[in-house]
C-alpha cells in the first residue's frame, strides 16, 4: 500500500503536471487579475480617506481604520438600506418560492403542451434585465400604462396613479416586477426535484385515501425538501445581489424607499464620490454573500453525502 501511495505521489510532481499548470495559467491569471486584486483593493480602500470630493484635504489616502465602517453604520440611510435589504429579501423569496412552488406542480402533471408551456413559463428569466425594466416602467406608466388603465376602468382609480413615484408602492411594484423576472430560476429547480418523486407513492396514498393538500405535505413536500432547501439559499444570494432590477425602475428612489445595499453603494461611489464609504458598504456586502455561500456550499456537500 505504502509503494502504490509513493508511486502516486511521483506521479502528482510538478514537474510531470508541468503542461497542465501552463494551460491553466491563463485563466488562474485572469482570476487574480480580475476578480482577487480589486477584491483585496476594495478592502484596502475601506480602510482609507477616500473621499474624492475632498481629494485636495492632508489626510486623503491617508489610513482611516474603522472610521468609514462607523460612519456609514452611524448613517440612517445607510441603515434603511439595510432594512430594505432585508425587505427586499425576505419578500422577495417567500413570493418567489410560493409561486415557484405551485407552477412546478402544475407543469408537472400530464398536462397537453406540457412543453410548449414549460419553455414559455421560463421566458421571463431569459428576457434581459434592461428590457424587463423598461417593460415593467411602461406598465406602472401614470398616463398609458396597462395597470392604470385596467383600475381606472374598473373604478378604482379616478386618474393615473405613480407606482413607482410614490414611497408606498415603489417597493411593492419593483418587488413584483422582479418575482416575475426570477421565479422562473427557482421554479425549474423545483420541477427538476418534482421528476424524481415516483407516481406509485402518489397512487398508493390515493388509494388509502389521501387528499391533494395531504399527498403534497406528507410525500411531495419531503421529497423535495433539500433540493428545495439548496435552490432557496442560491437564489437569495442572487435576490441580495440584484442591483438591477431596483437601480432600472427607481435608482432607489422616491426617497430612499427602495434604496438598498447595493445600491447606496453605488451612489457612494458613483454619484458622491466617496469611494472609502462605498468600499466599506461593498466588504459588507461581501461579507454577507460569503456567509451565504458558505451555507450554500455545505448544503450541497450534506445534499451529496
Same mark, same amino acid.
Given at each position: 500500500?505504502?509503494?502504490?501511495?509513493?508511486?502516486?505521489?511521483?506521479?502528482?510532481? %510538478?514537474?510531470?503536471?508541468?503542461?497542465?499548470?501552463?494551460?491553466?495559467?491563463?485563466?488562474?491569471?485572469?482570476?487574480? *487579475?480580475?476578480?482577487?486584486?480589486?477584491?483585496?483593493?476594495?478592502?484596502?480602500?475601506?480602510?482609507?480617506?477616500?473621499?474624492?470630493?475632498? =481629494?485636495?484635504?492632508? #489626510?486623503?489616502?491617508?489610513?482611516?481604520?474603522?472610521?468609514?465602517?462607523?460612519?456609514?453604520?452611524?448613517?440612517?440611510?445607510?441603515?434603511? =438600506?439595510?432594512?430594505?435589504?432585508? *425587505?427586499?429579501?425576505?419578500?422577495?423569496?417567500?413570493?418567489?418560492?410560493?409561486?415557484?412552488?405551485? *407552477?412546478?406542480?402544475?407543469?408537472?402533471?400530464?398536462?397537453?403542451?406540457?412543453?410548449? %408551456?414549460?419553455?414559455?413559463?421560463?421566458?421571463?428569466?431569459?428576457?434581459?434585465?434592461?428590457?424587463?425594466?423598461?417593460?415593467?416602467? =411602461?406598465?406602472?406608466?401614470?398616463?398609458?400604462?396597462?395597470?392604470?388603465?385596467?383600475?381606472?376602468?374598473?373604478?378604482?382609480?379616478?386618474?393615473?396613479?405613480?407606482?413607482?413615484?410614490?414611497?408606498?408602492?415603489?417597493?411593492?411594484?419593483?418587488?413584483?416586477?422582479?418575482?416575475?423576472?426570477?421565479?422562473?430560476?427557482?421554479?425549474? %429547480?423545483? /420541477?427538476?426535484?418534482?421528476?424524481?418523486?415516483?407516481?406509485?407513492?402518489?397512487?398508493?396514498? =390515493?388509494?388509502?385515501?389521501?387528499?391533494?393538500?395531504?399527498?403534497?405535505?406528507?410525500?411531495?413536500?419531503?421529497?423535495?425538501?433539500?433540493?428545495?432547501?439548496?435552490?432557496?439559499? /442560491?437564489?437569495?444570494?442572487?435576490?441580495?445581489?440584484?442591483?438591477?432590477?431596483?437601480?432600472? /425602475?427607481?435608482?432607489?428612489?422616491?426617497? #430612499?424607499?427602495?434604496?438598498?445595499?447595493?445600491?447606496?453603494?453605488?451612489?457612494?461611489? %458613483?454619484? #458622491?464620490?466617496?469611494?472609502?464609504?462605498?468600499?466599506?458598504?461593498?466588504?459588507?456586502?461581501?461579507?454577507?454573500?460569503?456567509?451565504?455561500?458558505?451555507?450554500?456550499?455545505?448544503?450541497?456537500?450534506?445534499?451529496?453525502?
Amino acid at each position: 500500500m505504502k509503494q502504490s501511495k509513493k508511486k502516486r505521489s511521483k506521479e502528482y510532481t %510538478f514537474r510531470k503536471n508541468l503542461n497542465g499548470y501552463l494551460l491553466i495559467a491563463p485563466a488562474v491569471i485572469a482570476i487574480l *487579475v480580475l476578480s482577487v486584486y480589486p477584491l483585496l483593493q476594495g478592502i484596502w480602500i475601506s480602510f482609507l480617506n477616500y473621499d474624492m470630493t475632498k =481629494a485636495n484635504a492632508a #489626510d486623503f489616502g491617508t489610513f482611516a481604520g474603522l472610521k468609514n465602517y462607523m460612519v456609514i453604520f452611524a448613517n440612517s440611510k445607510y441603515r434603511n =438600506a439595510v432594512m430594505n435589504s432585508v *425587505v427586499w429579501t425576505l419578500v422577495n423569496i417567500v413570493a418567489q418560492l410560493a409561486l415557484a412552488i405551485g *407552477v412546478a406542480l402544475v407543469l408537472n402533471e400530464h398536462l397537453k403542451g406540457r412543453g410548449f %408551456f414549460r419553455t414559455a413559463a421560463l421566458l421571463p428569466w431569459a428576457i434581459p434585465a434592461a428590457i424587463s425594466a423598461l417593460t415593467f416602467s =411602461a406598465l406602472y406608466d401614470t398616463k398609458i400604462g396597462v395597470f392604470n388603465t385596467i383600475l381606472i376602468r374598473l373604478g378604482i382609480l379616478k386618474e393615473g396613479y405613480s407606482f413607482l413615484g410614490n414611497v408606498e408602492s415603489a417597493m411593492p411594484a419593483v418587488i413584483i416586477a422582479n418575482v416575475w423576472k426570477s421565479t422562473p430560476f427557482l421554479m425549474i %429547480f423545483i /420541477l427538476a426535484a418534482l421528476q424524481g418523486v415516483s407516481y406509485d407513492q402518489y397512487e398508493s396514498s =390515493a388509494i388509502d385515501g389521501a387528499g391533494k393538500i395531504q399527498r403534497f405535505l406528507y410525500i411531495t413536500l419531503p421529497n423535495i425538501k433539500e433540493p428545495m432547501a439548496v435552490a432557496v439559499i /442560491l437564489n437569495v444570494i442572487s435576490i441580495f445581489n440584484n442591483f438591477n432590477a431596483i437601480w432600472l /425602475l427607481t435608482q432607489g428612489g422616491p426617497l #430612499d424607499s427602495t434604496e438598498i445595499m447595493y445600491t447606496y453603494a453605488y451612489r457612494q461611489a %458613483f454619484v #458622491d464620490h466617496k469611494f472609502g464609504y462605498a468600499a466599506a458598504t461593498s466588504v459588507v456586502i461581501f461579507a454577507v454573500i460569503a456567509i451565504l455561500t458558505i451555507i450554500y456550499v455545505k448544503m450541497i456537500s450534506l445534499d451529496r453525502d
